[in-house]
């Protein structure tokens, strides 16, 4: 075993530490090690919990899912540092390194689709399947539209300083925070809280990076991001929620379904964070995906 890899518990799911050349990950890894390798990625501010409830259903996968940097029990980067999506792409790919992996699969929800998108893209040879669900890429820009972008990021890069970590009391009053912007179930919103909060003097307050909320520095243009879903030669199940209040992500799918090579394209009820609400129905589509793909090979 490489010995940047340590596995901290036996029980399951087990919790994982990854070290790379730049920073301590954190993981939460499901199934046996025989099992079909999964590298799975959360969307912005979650963590690795969010697979919770899907990764026992899908019995057959090693899944290891990942605190992308600067969330959950990931460490955060350097106070000077932010967070590009490139450079998680960077980032994943020295994990899989680090891993150990040749042939595996990817699997994201929203942001964690984008990710899992441009790995696809990027190293396509070692790609066996995609699974994403809620998104398709990462959001883009224009680019006359960078100039604004960057100056209205380095405003809230130096606004950064004044800003103060929300304080909760106790963890029901997270919860219905959470819970009250919508979107996700009590259960499913305590299942990301629970690894999301860490304790302070006086409360609680969010473990994530604050500096994830800051408007990002460099974004792709959508040629930029199609070129990578061009590259992508493993089949890719895209679901969709029906329900789905994310206006924005239904328009960029309706654009980019054509640059995917070999797309099954399914839609299920319910809303962004579906995976979490509804893992029977979402299990039920990748393994219908995973059987399909193995009749043609």
Known sequence: ??????????????????????????AKCWGEPEGMPVLAFHGWLDNAATFDHLAPLLKDFRLVSIDLPGHGLSEHKPSSSSYHFSDIIVEMLEVLNVLGWQSFSLLGHSMGAGVASY???TIPEK?????????????????????????DSAEQWQQL?????PLYPDIETAVKVRHHVGGIEESS???????????????????????LKIKSRHYLTEEQACAFLREITAPVLLIEAENSKQDQWKELLLKRVRHVKILHHRKVSGDHHLHL????????????FLQQISEIT
């Open 161 to 165: 300083a004044d800003k103060k970590l």
């Open 1 to 26: 075993m490489n010995n940047n890899f340590y596995l901290k518990s036996s029980e399951k799911p087990e919790e994982l530490e990854i070290q790379t050349s730049t920073m301590r990950l954190s």
């Open 127 to 151: 790609i066996k399947s995609v699974i994403l669900i809620e998104g398709l890429g990462s959001l883009a820009q224009k680019a006359e539209k960078m100039p604004e972008i960057l100056r």
């Open 277 to 288: 609400d509804k893992p029977q129905e979402v299990a039920a589509v990748i393994h219908e």
């Open 189 to 211: 919103v305590r299942t990301l809280v629970a690894r999301g909060l860490k304790p302070v003097e006086g409360g609680f307050t969010w473990r994530s990076d604050p500096k």
């Open 119 to 121: 790995l696809a893209g």
